[in-house]
């Protein structure tokens, strides 16, 4: 099984309809990210969280929002969805309990978004 | 802002040919610098990772890099490439001040012919 899944793997969706992508590890870490890769521009950061009651905004924040249900859950959601955000995300995790940050970052699968 | 560029998009090459990828951060502080690879359909993995000490570092299936602090650069090496190399490669730098947040390069997509 792998140590970070994301759901759905694949969506279709229309603009203005309202999308989550959620994201949970088995890694017992305690941060957690979600990227967006496009083709030519890398990953960008959309949010991420270092722990449970803490979330801040990536680079490309606007459109999206995010919720840490636990330490092993971190969701994104589109409220309004619309075409420009037609992407592939991955959330990814990284550990610091129990020592140094090793700063390696474990990705999930990806989850492809296509809004109509 | 911090920026992370990496110079060629794509990539072709033959098999034992030897590859070499370029990449280069805006940044005057102290930086960890990283190397991922994506093979087609998979998710990124780390290939290789420099935090400090010897400049030159060895990842996994037979890459380098280097670091070269004067110039702002963590170039990838192969000697010699495989048709498996075939893949997406991403150079990312942490800013030690920002705290774990990678910064990535735009990737190199890579294709070895056999």
């Known amino acids: 099984d792998a140590d970070v899944t994301q759901t759905p793997r694949n969506r279709i969706t229309k603009t203005g309809k309202r999308i989550m992508l959620e994201c949970s590890q088995t890694?017992?870490?305690?941060?957690m990210y979600w990227y967006r890769q496009d083709p030519g521009l890398g990953l960008r950061l959309i949010y991420y969280s270092f722990d449970v009651k803490d979330i801040n905004k990536g680079e490309i924040s606007d459109g999206y929002s995010v919720s840490r249900q636990a330490q092993a859950k971190f969701s994104l959601s589109l409220e309004s969805a619309i075409p420009n955000q037609t992407a592939l995300y991955f959330c990814?995790?990284?550990?610091?309990?129990?020592?140094?940050?090793?700063?390696?970052?474990?990705f999930g699968e990806g989850s492809r978004l296509t809004v109509l | 802002a911090q920026s992370v560029s990496q110079h060629n998009h794509h990539v072709i090459l033959s098999e034992a040919a030897s590859l070499e990828l370029g990449c280069n951060y805006s940044?005057?502080?102290?930086?960890?610098l990283f190397w991922y690879v994506q093979y087609p359909g998979q998710h990124l993995q780390l290939l290789l990772k420099?935090?400090?000490?010897?400049?030159l570092v060895k990842g996994i299936k037979g890459f380098e890099a280097e670091f070269i602090k004067s110039k702002f650069s963590f170039n990838l090496r192969k000697p010699s490439v495989q048709w498996s190399d075939t893949a997406e490669y991403f150079c990312a730098v942490e800013m030690r001040a920002a705290g774990n947040k990678l910064t990535f390069g735009g990737g190199t997509r890579v294709l070895v012919k056999p």
């Open positions: 890694k017992g870490h305690d941060r």
């Open positions: 990814a995790t990284s550990g610091t309990t129990g020592g140094p940050n090793t700063g390696e970052l474990f």
């Open positions: 420099y935090f400090s000490g010897d400049p």
């Open positions: 940044y005057g502080g102290t930086v960890n």
